[in-house]
């Protein structure tokens, strides 16, 4: 069994000044983690100047090279724990806007992640679909057509694409099968939670079989250890009969706070739920 931690997971740490990209892969190698699996939130100067540039609208600016310098020394920090670098998961460049603007701006802040996906080293990259639930024709066409875009650019960077069950059109499952039916070549990060209302049981059924990637998602515990809130021990057992024998990424948002407490919690329920499996 390997693990690692989507560094989400620590987001309050983050925002409270108590953790950053270089404790992120720290803690990870502290906690016997195999790999690491950063949100770009984690990457806050050139998440910020990549929010700069899009309000700029300059479609082929890249990022400044005191930024690109930072790059550098988080992937020299990447290198020494020994720890290879997974999935990037970026918000901010989702595919759908509803004008053509808003779009091209998030496709040059997707070109800007994949080049800095391909400078960490990592092994692939998660983005968005953007959109809502109800996905029209065009945009699953505009969808469509960015994947197949970014799909040039992932592959020549050596970078497999993912999808994630997250928000927008990619939380309805039937929508995630027909854009999977339409583009080769991107996989599912499958998280266990993110699925529109409803639709979480229908989500593991269709999907598992998709999965190149998972977060594991938990929220509380009870005395036993494990989540009240989710039936965890059904969709990992769908996960493996599907075939997935990748590392369990866990993604805990304990409502007490306890952010390191719930990683390691939710390792501990992952391991029982595969013995017992």
């Known amino acids: 069994m390997k693990f ?32 690491l699996d950063p949100w770009n939130g984690h990457l806050a100067s050139l998440t910020q100047e990549d929010l700069a540039l899009k309000k700029r609208g300059d479609r082929n600016a890249s990022f400044s090279p005191e930024n690109l310098a930072y790059a550098n020394n988080v992937k020299t920090a990447i290198e020494e724990s020994g720890l290879p670098l997974a999935c990037l ?3 901010g460049a989702h595919i759908y806007e509803p004008t053509p603007e808003a779009r091209h701006a998030n496709r040059a802040s997707a070109y800007r992640w994949i080049a800095v996906a391909q400078q960490l080293g990592a092994s692939q990259i998660r983005i968005d679909t953007g959109g809502t639930s109800e996905m029209s024709e065009e945009m699953f066409d505009l969808i469509v057509e960015g994947y197949r875009d970014l799909l040039k650019r992932t592959q020549d960077a050596g970078l497999e694409l993912l999808m994630e069950n997250h928000w927008g059109a ?9 854009i999977f039916q339409a583009v080769d070549g991107i996989g599912l990060l499958f998280d266990t939670n993110n699925w529109a209302e409803g639709m979480q049981d229908r989500g593991w059924e269709m999907c598992a079989r998709y999965a190149r990637s998972v977060h594991v998602k938990t929220f509380e515990f009870d005395e036993q250890g494990n989540d009240p809130t989710v039936d965890l021990p059904k969709a990992i057992k ?28 939710t390792r501990s329920l992952i391991e029982r739920i595969l013995k017992g499996s």
């Open 89 to 91: 998961a970026v918000d």
């Open 238 to 265: 769908l996960l493996v009969d599907a075939g997935y024998d990748g590392v369990w990424g866990i993604e805990s948002v304990p409502r007490d706070g306890d952010e390191y407490g719930a990683v390691q919690k």
């Open 4 to 35: 690692s931690i989507a560094s989400y997971s620590f987001h309050r740490l983050l925002a409270s000044g108590q953790q950053d990209m270089f404790k992120y892969i720290q803690d990870s190698k502290d906690m016997g983690m195999a790999q």
């Open 170 to 178: 990619n939380n309805v499952p039937d929508n995630i099968v027909r």
